[in-house]
């Protein structure tokens, strides 16, 4: 199957910082989304951006799919923006629906 | 808020019990999921269902038992569970079929003692 790697793993920034998030993925898809899990657990859908650029307001992503990546970018960050952030990818010409995800990047972001 | 939402959000249970978790979404979708998420690996899709027909079992063992009497309704029936299936258990729905966003509700977090 589609193959998801998100970088870095970890990251600690203090508040005001900026950052930026990686998302690979091995083969050509059709959806991608980007998802922040808050401490209790809720996925927050944050993008739907299988290509291009969007904004929403301190985020934006940008989807390169002939390059197979996908980056999320968090300007001055707050001690809310803290959570796990996930990619998930959906294969083009697959079964429409299963996402993949890849293992996402914990984020601190510290006062 | 994301107009999905799970009961219980918590639950503690035996290996002999029997108990389900119920989904709810309001958004007027067509498709919902569930997803286990265990601790250190990815979001895993374990059921799926279009109109209420199932249209995946991603090799879920018997003891999980999903029913979806409607297309706003998804319950996940559970019995005779190890303790290597606590998690947080994600339900999802989509407006149809398709590359399109799926919405998540805030989990169940199951512990099986």
């Known amino acids: 199957g589609i193959q998801v790697e998100q970088s870095p793993p970890d990251l600690i920034l203090q508040e005001g910082a900026n950052s930026t998030l990686r998302c690979n993925f091995s083969?050509?898809?059709?959806?991608l989304q980007w998802f922040h899990q808050n401490p209790w657990g809720q996925l927050i859908n944050l993008f739907y951006?299988?290509?291009g650029t969007k904004q929403n307001g301190r985020l934006s992503a940008t989807t390169v799919a002939t390059e197979r990546y996908s980056l999320l970018y968090i300007s001055s960050s707050q001690t809310t923006d803290s959570g796990v952030y996930f990619c998930?990818?959906?294969?083009?010409?697959?079964?429409?629906?299963?996402?993949?995800f890849g293992k996402g990047t914990l984020l601190t972001v510290n006062p | 808020e994301t107009g999905v939402t799970q009961t219980p959000r918590h639950l503690v249970m035996g290996m002999t019990n029997k108990k389900s978790l119920k989904c709810e979404q309001h958004?007027?979708?067509?498709?919902m999921y569930w997803y286990k998420q265990s601790a250190k690996k990815p979001l895993e899709l374990m059921f799926v269902?279009?109109?209420?027909?199932?249209?995946e079992n991603n090799s879920v063992p018997s003891r999980f038992s999903p029913e979806c009497p409607n297309s706003s309704h998804l319950f996940l029936h559970l019995h005779t569970l190890q303790p290597e299936d606590s998690a947080l258990y994600l339900c999802?729905?989509?407006?149809?079929?398709?590359?399109?966003?799926?919405?998540f509700g805030p989990g169940t977090r199951l512990t099986v003692t």
């Open positions: 269902y279009n109109f209420k027909e199932q249209t």
């Open positions: 083969d050509s898809v059709n959806n």
């Open positions: 998930a990818v959906e294969k083009s010409g697959g079964s429409n629906y299963k996402l993949t």
């Open positions: 951006i299988p290509s």
């Open positions: 958004l007027g979708h067509n498709a």
């Open positions: 999802a729905s989509s407006q149809n079929f398709g590359p399109i966003e799926q919405y």
